[in-house]
């Protein structure tokens, strides 16, 4: 189906996740050592990504328009 004023949007970039690597480092470790409590070799791991997820910033989640939005619009566009 093809519709003359119909337009797609490109998708936006991947969003920066602040913590990844030392969440990376932490399922590592657990992988290496099967310390899944984190009390042996994998404290300080932990201790990094705790820090890390005090210290990061909130998402804020921007407002997603529902798909009754979409429709509308495209019913207009239709008639």
Known sequence: MYIEKLKVRPRQAAAVRP???????????WSATNDLMSTGPCAE????????MRTAPAPTRKHKPTINYHLARLGKTLN
């Open 45 to 52: 791991s932990a201790k990094a990504l705790l820090s890390c």
């Open 19 to 29: 913590c990844t690597p030392q969440f990376a480092a932490m399922l590592a470790c």
